[in-house]
């Protein structure tokens, strides 16, 4: 019954490779966010959508790319993998009304590992 | 810019005590605050929120009130169980979340 699955859960990926993060949410929401979690970061937001085909820029956009091909899944690309992008990866999702203002959603973090 | 400062990185407790996790924010209005839970191995969970001045959440014995003097929205517990340990976020919703960097709270049976 959990609403926002991740997959995979974890993966390990050589330097250069493109890897892909999947996220699908079953909570009907308009939101959803890509966060990345280091030791001693906390959480920072990488890429997030409100409309399904549109994505927007967090604050750590670079060397990741977004897709939104419907309400309920939104991926994550990293298209050059390299070894600063190892860490947990978060899915987010929540109601529409302001991306700030409404309760977030995770799912269950994907640990990725760039060797 | 709109940002939230969690003092302490990781507070260490025996069970029964009393826990304050210190949360302070920076945001012009009335901005939504949140206090997170995430668990080894999981993702972040809501804990509750608040969005007005002198506001209380509750969730779980946990409670904070929102203070616009101060601007601060601290975290506290009257008796902790070795059950909740875990790592706490505050957060700050205004044009979108903001969260601050965690603090890790073990406590000891």
């Known amino acids: 019954e959990a609403a926002v699955t991740q997959s995979p859960r974890s993966k390990v990926a050589v330097t250069g490779g493109k890897v892909t993060l999947s996220c699908h949410q079953t909570?009907?929401?308009?939101?959803m966010y890509w966060y990345r979690q280091d030791t001693g970061h906390g959480l920072r937001l990488i890429h997030y959508?409100?409309?399904?085909?549109?994505?927007e820029k967090g604050d750590i956009p670079d060397g990741y790319k977004a897709s939104r091909p419907s309400q309920e899944n939104f991926s994550l690309i990293l298209e050059l993998a390299s070894l600063s992008q190892t860490a947990v990866y978060f899915c987010?999702?929540?109601?529409?009304?302001?991306?700030?203002?409404?309760?977030?959603?995770f799912g269950p973090g994907t640990r990725l590992l760039v060797l | 810019g709109d940002s939230v400062t969690q003092t302490e990185g990781q507070v260490a407790l025996s069970e029964e005590d009393f826990l304050t996790i210190h949360c302070n924010y920076s945001?012009?209005?009335?901005?939504?605050l949140f206090w997170y839970v995430q668990y080894p191995g999981e993702g972040p969970q809501f804990l509750f929120r608040?969005?007005?001045?002198?506001e209380k959440g509750s969730s779980r014995g946990f409670e904070a009130t929102y203070d616009k003097g101060t601007t601060s929205f601290h975290l506290r517990k009257a008796s902790v169980q070795e059950s909740d340990s875990a790592v706490y976020y505050c957060?700050?919703?205004?044009?979108?979340?903001?969260f601050g960097d965690g603090t890790q709270l073990v406590v000891k049976p």
């Open positions: 957060a700050l919703g205004g044009n979108r979340i903001f």
């Open positions: 909570n009907n929401h308009d939101y």
């Open positions: 987010a999702s929540s109601e529409g009304g302001g991306a700030g203002q409404d309760t977030q959603y």
């Open positions: 959508s409100y409309v399904a085909d549109s994505t």
């Open positions: 945001a012009s209005g009335y901005p939504a």
């Open positions: 608040a969005s007005r001045d002198k």
